[in-house]
Nanobody, 118 residues
Framework: QVQLVESGGGLVQAGGSLRLSCAAS????????MRWYRQAPGKQRELVAG???????NYADSVKGRFTISRDNAKNTVYLQMNSLKPEDTAVYYC????????????WGQGTQVTVSS
């Protein structure tokens, strides 16, 4: 199995920045796609950004130009740099990865709270 540990959430004023990290650990696995989702109170969980092992990236329209996803394959870690934060970005952010061990599986992190005050 793969365990995901997220960090970097917190409280920030509108216009500020935060950087989320998600580190994967376990034995005998290979990470494939890595994603960040978020879920605001009373709303469905939504995909924020994703990055493939080869580096291709996609973003939700609502965060394009403000958020940047990246990964360090040597550290099995994915990052989400969030700039120009808005109150509507307030949510619990979850890391999600596809990994081979040896079959293709999926794992979720426990979530980290991001709160943007106006």
């Amino acid at each position: 199995q793969v365990q995901l540990v997220e960090s970097g959430g917190g409280l920030v004023q509108a216009g500020g920045s935060l950087r989320l990290s998600c580190a994967a650990s376990g034995s005998r696995f290979s990470i494939n796609n890595m994603r960040w989702y978020r879920q605001a109170p009373g709303k469905q969980r939504e995909l924020v950004a994703g990055i493939a092992r080869g580096g291709s990236i996609n973003y939700a329209d609502s965060v394009k130009g403000r958020f940047t996803i990246s990964r360090d394959n040597a550290k099995n870690t994915v990052y989400l740099q969030m700039n120009s934060l808005k109150p509507e970005d307030t949510a619990v952010y979850y890391c999600n990865v596809d990994f081979w061990s040896p079959i293709l599986r999926n794992s979720w992190g426990q979530g980290t709270q991001v709160t943007v005050s106006s």
